[in-house]
């Protein structure tokens, strides 16, 4: 099976390209390449490329609109009638803002595109490299925007990877993939005494009880850990 990756140097991409690679005959797509290699003979792509950048939408909604929906309506006019799969975020689902408004137009526009197309909907990572995120503003003890008792179900990139992998020719349209216990962040901010702040905003960010993953979070705590660490 051939796969195209999009976004194959993001935070995602390139942690699905590790797992994949493996496996299957993989082309990486980047910024740098031209994009009329859609054109050629793909059993699958798999588009990667949309920021999961929340607070830059808000504050730009056009550069948004343009480097997501405008970037995955090319993608599908390139790629005609090959199958899309189209990496998200749970905030389409749960969230009202111009982020998930734009995540969801994405969402739509591909599953009207092909039967076969289908959505991967991420959970909370831990994404201290590219820093960003509930988890990382809580390593730096950044505000944070959300009521303290949030719960989330956190995983890995490992773990989403392998999960996307092994559901690569799964016929449901959309999964949300999230580990099956989940945590406060108020409790996580006790657990690597966090200095962040909470708002009052209330949000559901976990993911769907059907696609839940048997995960413990344990490993991302002990990174949290460590990390906080680094900062003093």
């Given amino acids: ?88 975020s749970i905030s389409a689902r749960n969230e009202k803002n111009i982020y998930s408004k734009n995540r969801k137009i994405c969402e739509d526009l591909v599953l009207k595109q092909n039967k076969k197309n289908s959505i991967f909907r991420l959970s909370v990572l831990l994404n201290y490299k590219s820093k960003r995120g509930i988890l990382y503003d809580l390593i ?44 406060k962040i108020n409790t996580i901010k006790k657990i690597i005494k966090s200095k962040s702040k909470f708002g009052n905003k209330k949000i559901k960010l976990l993911s769907k009880k059907n696609n839940l993953i048997n995960f413990s979070y344990s490993k991302i705590l002990n990174e949290m850990l460590k990390k906080s660490f680094l900062k003093h």
């Fill in 1 to 88: 099976m051939k796969i195209a990756v999009i976004g194959a140097n993001g935070f995602v991409g390139k942690n699905l390209v590790k797992v994949l690679k493996k496996k299957y005959d993989l082309i990486k797509i980047t910024r740098r390449t031209k994009f009329s290699i859609l054109k050629n003979d793909f059993d699958i792509i798999i588009h990667a490329a949309n920021s999961s950048k929340k607070y830059e939408a808000s504050k730009n909604p056009k550069k948004d609109f343009n480097n997501s929906v405008k970037l995955t309506k090319k993608i599908i006019n390139l790629s005609k009638n090959k199958r899309i799969i189209l990496i998200s």
């Fill in 140 to 183: 730096k003890g950044n505000q944070i925007y959300i009521n303290k008792n949030t719960f989330i179900n956190p995983l890995t990139i490992e773990e989403v990877s392998k999960y996307i992998m092994l559901n690569l020719k799964s016929q449901k349209k959309i999964h949300e993939i999230g580990s099956y216990n989940r945590i």
